[in-house]
């Protein structure tokens, strides 16, 4: 079987069906390129069992099995894109593309409920950079070698509670062969592991929040480069999943990085293990983060997103209420009380909701809070103050609630929105880091060389 990884296109031809009717196949392509997943199917519509892949009815294929070139496969949530069927004197011919949502090869599953794995391989393009670990060392005079190999010590953290363990390791692998000669290739990689077989989606939950620990740690979005599932070693399945964003190991060099593995060893499973535990907190907040990092978004949307990444947090991290609850009912009751006689319901349904929460922070006050969480060289790094975060708010306010035009408020531009948007990503980076315990001190030496000590001094 060959081995697939996320940002090499492939073309593989074989013979597709559902899992209901495996004796009705039909010939086909399947293309797979970083963003997408397709298959183009011709065959007769009118032979026993496959009208329903030649023939749109508007729905979605939980799987479509495969046997090609490059082994078995099976596509997941495939709808289909386009069919059309033409007539003959005595046939038809039918034709139709599906595009998929995630495409298994190494294994044609009867079931998405069969997908378990107890092993889930993963790389990512920033990892290499970011472990910095060279292992090819030389020989001591002498040797018959030209070079010696300097294996990586894998390390691995383990959360019992979620039966979870997580490994960070190498291997050396060789690519090509024959007479052309070969390359070794040190490939780094995370397992995510479990004693027991997991589904699919236990293992992408679990690869969403080494994802975003990874970014955090790197200053910059990392991309997956190959995903590999086994129950076995013998039994390996290649998950291909859509990038919204290519690859880009050479993009980013070792001084951008906030905190280098090299920097981090002591504290790395115990960060690793904070973080995991820490998700239903953080969660939110960083997934909104990795979003905007992935894609270039409308800067309104960006802002937005950042802004609601920030309020997340800091409604998980922090307490938020003005005075204990006991005090505020006294007051929430004088507030109620004191509605007049006839005031509408809907007017009285939305102003007792008001009062509900009106013990909750202000957005304003909240992101004055998450500054001042910070230690003191963070904040200086970070060189944001609070009447920036003012003007977010005013933004954020002018954007969502459109209050009435007023000659104080000047409304930011888009540049000026994309400006704000960096600090504001740097800002959430600073306060994921700082909730495992890395200080400004610890990335104050790399910060300036980072994307976002660019956007500090902007």
Known sequence: MHEHTLDQSFV???????????????????NYSPGSITINL?????????????????????????????????????????????????????VATYRANRLYVGEAYESADEIKFKDFVVSYDVLPTWLGHNPFGSTEPGSDALHKYVPFTPVAAVIPEEDLQIELSTRLVDRGGGYRGFTWVHEVW?????????????????????????????GAPAVPTSIVGSIDPLTLTYVILPLTRTPAADSLSEVQILLPYDEVRDRFTDALCRWVRGWKDIGTAATLLYGTLLVELPPEFELLALTQALETFHRHMHEGMYVNPEEYETVSVALASAMPVGTPDDLKQALTKRIEYGNEYSQRKRFHELLSSLDHTAREL????????????DERNHLTHRPPESDEY?????????????????????????????????????????????????
Request: charged residues 20%.
């Open 12 to 30: 593989a031809e074989g013979q597709f069906w559902l899992p209901e009717t495996p004796d009705a196949r039909i010939a086909g392509t399947l």
């Open 190 to 218: 995370f397992a995510i592991r479990s004693p027991e077989p997991k589904h699919i989606e236990w293992h992408l939950e679990k690869m969403g929040r080494l994802q975003a620990f990874l970014s955090a740690l790197v």
């Open 410 to 458: 000047v409304p930011m531009d888009n540049v000026e929105r994309r400006l704000t948007a960096q600090k504001l990503k740097a800002f959430l980076f600073l306060l994921l880091l700082a909730h495992l315990d890395f200080t400004g001190e610890d990335v104050k030496a790399r910060y300036p060389m980072s994307r976002w000590g660019w956007a500090s001094r902007s």
């Open 382 to 393: 970070l060189g944001i103050d609070k009447a920036l975060l003012n003007r977010v708010v």
């Open 42 to 94: 011709i065959g007769d519509p009118g032979a026993i069992g496959t009208q329903s892949l030649l023939r749109d009815d508007g729905g979605v294929r939980e799987l479509v099995l495969g046997s090609t070139r490059v082994g078995p496969c099976a596509l997941w949530n495939a709808f289909s894109t386009s069919s059309t069927t033409t007539y003959g004197m005595d046939s038809a011919i039918g």
